[in-house]
């Protein structure tokens, strides 16, 4: 995604706005509100601090856009915790944008709306063709053999930040590699009177995400083969037992996080109160409150042992933000200039440069401003050691359905309840049940 904020829509919702779609839903009226040649709109997703940074970070660009091309773009910021009702809204009505950004997560759901523009080998041509964007990102823009419903526009890998005085003041000379190392380290921590790792229990995209590395480290997968729901299998019970076991039996998660939302945990972090935080490409995010890039250090997500790399060592998903163009747009045209100028290498590094993400965009991403220690560490894990969550129909009401499962788990942890391999099940099995029948 990024889906990397709170995507706080409820299953049931995402499912009937899906079955509406698919029994017709959609106005031949355009996309878009208008029917300008000279002007687009565009949602863009909320990538900053606030809506107000970004903002100031698009604004520039749009106008120099206008310059170009003689095209006014109408820019409307929407918040995570909006965007994907926003967006199923506008498919099942008509009445939407020209272009806007959607979560990478959500690329096979939304796409199985019919109602954005299929990146076929002649629009990917009009664009600069296909091959001009990483592979990982293009893995994450619809289901395999159809062509994607999007373009990668932000690419980003989750990393663990750690805070280096509080690592020093605790005797602690290395970030953690394994959870073993994150638990032993997080006791050290607390003993010196500090919070050990920041969570959001109630982020329902956050839990997913975690969830979703867990699994993989355990070799577990939550659909078969054949498209199926499989959230109650061992290997997934375990590895959302063991993520929220850093909260209920570790205990180096605080039981205030059990109610944490969209970028609480970083708050904290930047304010010196957490010593590790495990976020997507957050350097942007901690400056512009004010943490100094020397105070912390970035290392890859931990693993069960040994090293990230493939297969069970995953350590992130593939993360990040995709460009859509509504199909029954009045403005094809200037929307497909317009998805063209943002994946533009020149845009690619002034866009990612400001909210710390990496260009999907080859050329781009090879630039000198890409290769910080802190961009190295999300290059080689999206290279070696991130999976793309699962690109089927279904995955939207998966990431909401299983996200909060979790975030329940967590409240029975912060109440005291005990969480039990069997209360993992249940509320996992719930999960399932919400999701459409195949």
Known sequence: MRSIRAAAVGAVTMSLALAATACGGGSSTGGGSNDSPKTLTYWASNQGASIAIDKKVLQPELEKFKKQTGITVKLEVVPWSDLLNRILTATTSGQGPDVLNIGNTWSASLQATGAFLPWSTANFAKIGGKDRFVDSALGSTGATGKDPAAVPLYSMAYALYYNKQIFADAGISQPPATWAEVVADGKKIEAKGKQALGAEGANVSENIHHTFVFAKQHGAEFFTADGKADFTNDGVVAAVKQYVDLMAKDKVIPVGNAEYAQNQSVSDFAKGKTAMLMWQSASANLKSQGMSESSYGIAPIPVQSGSPGTGVQTNSMVAGINLAVFKNTNNLDGSTKFVKFMTSDAEQKILNTA????????????????????????KNTLATSAAALPQVAD?????TAVGTAVKNLFADAAAGRAVTTASVKAELEKAQQQMPAK
């Open 395 to 399: 995955e939207s009401q998966f990431e």
């Open 355 to 378: 909210y710390s993400s990496i260009p999907p965009v080859k050329t781009a991403q090879e630039d000198t401003a890409f290769n910080t220690p802190a961009n190295a560490v999300l």
